[in-house]
T-cell receptor, first 116, second 111 residues
Framework: NAGVMQNPRHLVRRRGQEARLRCSPM?????VYWYRQLPEEGLKFMVY????????ESGMPKERFSAEFPKEGPSILRIQQVVRGDSAAYFC??????????????FGNGTRLTVT | SQQGEEDPQALSIQEGENATMNCSYK?????LQWYRQNSGRGLVHLIL?????REKHSGRLRVTLDTSKKSSSLLITASRAADTASYFC???????????FGAGTRLFVKA
């Protein structure tokens, strides 16, 4: 019974390149959240998606960042023209229902993005 | 700004002692959750307490919630070296659908 799978585990990109982070939620989960974590800090909410819909993207930078959760396949967080400040750990979480915070989130082990 | 704020930021105790971490939040909530994160890993859900509950237990964990003060505490009794991790509180934002995390408390349990 696989948990939330994120890949790649580590990703190195040069400034100006694109980064694509993938997240496969737990089986049966149709709600996906993306968070960003800087070293020694908490998780910053980025975006909440349901299948084929973006529900809340209030934490996403307006430029260069986009997210999708297609009907088939994993959720993708895409960062275009990466800059050094994008270096962070990006975590995906899934839940079985749209909770008002009452569905515990199941987290992947994150993708650590390093921009050189 | 973040919804939840934990204190202390870091806590160092001896094995066998109790560890208490506090969390304050800003808006009304439906419930509050506590998570644990080991270094380099994702977060693991520990316990959820609803806004109409005042206290909840799970094994060596005890969580309290005071909605009038907008605060919660997590108590880990008889700590073990394996409890060394970061602990985060998380809430919904104004009863909405996203879960917001605090900055966390880093707990070090010395053997």
């Amino acid at each position: 019974n696989a948990g939330v799978m994120q890949n790649p585990r580590h990703l190195v990109r040069r400034r100006g390149q694109e980064a694509r982070l993938r997240c496969s939620p737990m089986k049966g989960h149709s709600h996906v959240y993306w968070y960003r974590q800087l070293p020694e800090e908490g998780l910053k909410f980025m975006v909440y998606l349901q299948k084929e819909n973006i529900i809340d993207e209030s934490g996403m930078p307006k430029e260069r960042f986009s997210a999708e959760f297609p009907k088939e396949g994993p959720s993708i967080l895409r960062i275009q023209q990466v800059v050094r400040g994008d270096s962070a750990a990006y975590f995906c979480a899934s839940s079985p229902a749209a909770g008002r915070g009452d569905s515990p989130l199941h987290f992947g082990n994150g993708t650590r993005l390093t921009v050189t | 700004s973040q919804q939840g704020e934990e204190d202390p930021q870091a806590l160092s105790i001896q094995e066998g002692e109790n560890a208490t971490m506090n969390c304050s939040y800003k808006t009304s909530i439906n419930n509050l959750q506590w998570y644990r994160q080991n270094s380099g890993r994702g977060l693991v859900h520990l316990i959820l307490i609803r806004s109409n509950e005042r206290e909840k237990h799970s094994g060596r964990l005890r969580v309290t919630l005071d909605t009038s003060k907008k605060s919660s505490s997590l108590l880990i009794t008889a700590s073990r070296a394996a409890d060394t991790a970061s602990y985060f509180c998380a809430t919904d934002w104004n009863g909405g659908f996203k879960t917001i995390f605090g900055a966390g408390t880093r707990l070090f349990v010395k053997a």
